[in-house]
C-alpha cells in the first residue's frame, strides 16, 4: 500500500483519526479485528489518538493513547479532534480505511466542503474488500476540522458513548444543521470497511434529550459522486 506523508489539504495540515478500543485480550475476534483496522490506519492516516490503556500491537510513532475509562463519551472524543492537526475522523476502532481518503480529503477541501461522512462497506473476515457491500444503513464515520470539531463539542449532551447507538444520528443532524449542502456523503468512494463480527458489548444506558440535532439525524442532502 502507499504510505501518505506529510501536508495535505488547503488547511496545509494532516489527516487523523480518534477512535477508543477496547482490550485486546477482550476476545481473539477483538483483537483480529481492531489490529486489521490498524494496520489499514497506518496508511490512511498521518496521526491516530485512541482513548484507551496503550496495546502494544497498536503503538507507532504516529500514535497516541490517552488512558480513560472504556467506552468515553463522544463529548471527550470530539474535544480530541477539535485539538488535533487537521481533518479529523471519529471512527470506530474495527473500520478498515482505505489509504485513498487522502485524495478524497484534499478533493473535498478544494470543492469546499465541510464534513464527510459515509456508510460502511461490510466485509466477511477472510474475503477480499472487493466482495465487500452495504447491508445497512450504518454511519459510524464522520470527518470535519478541528473547528467544527469545537463546535460539535459544545452542543452535543453527555450521554453519547463511542460503540453505542444514536451517537451519529446526532452528528448526522449537527452537520446537516451547521454544514447544509457543505456536508456530504462520500460512500461512493467506497474508503470505509466493517467487518461482520459478533460479541457486541453496550454497557451503557443511554438516555439523552431530544434536540435540534438529533431530530435532524438524517443522512446528508449531498453525495460526492
Known sequence: MATHTGRRGEDGGVIC????FRPLSDSAEIATNTV????????????IIYFGKAEPELESAK???IES??????????AAAALADGWTCLINSDIVVSYFLGPVVEECQRKKIEAITSMRYEFEPGDSLDRARVVDSGYDFFMSSPAMWA?????????????????????????????????VDVTSRKLIFHPHHGDRFQPHH?????????????????RLR
Open 206 to 222: 443511554i438516555d439523552v434529550p431530544k434536540d435540534k440535532y438529533l431530530e435532524a439525524g438524517i443522512p446528508p442532502l449531498y
Open 17 to 20: 483519526a480518534v477512535s477508543s
Open 69 to 78: 475509562e472504556q467506552f468515553p463519551t463522544i463529548k471527550t472524543m470530539m
Open 151 to 183: 463546535g460539535a463539542a459544545k452542543q452535543i449532551p453527555d450521554g453519547y458513548r463511542i460503540g453505542h447507538n444514536r451517537w451519529d444520528n446526532f452528528c448526522l443532524g449537527y452537520f446537516r444543521v451547521v454544514c447544509k449542502k457543505r456536508f
Open 36 to 47: 486489521r483496522a490498524k494496520e489499514s490506519w497506518e496508511d490512511a492516516f498521518d496521526q
Open 63 to 65: 500514535t497516541t493513547f
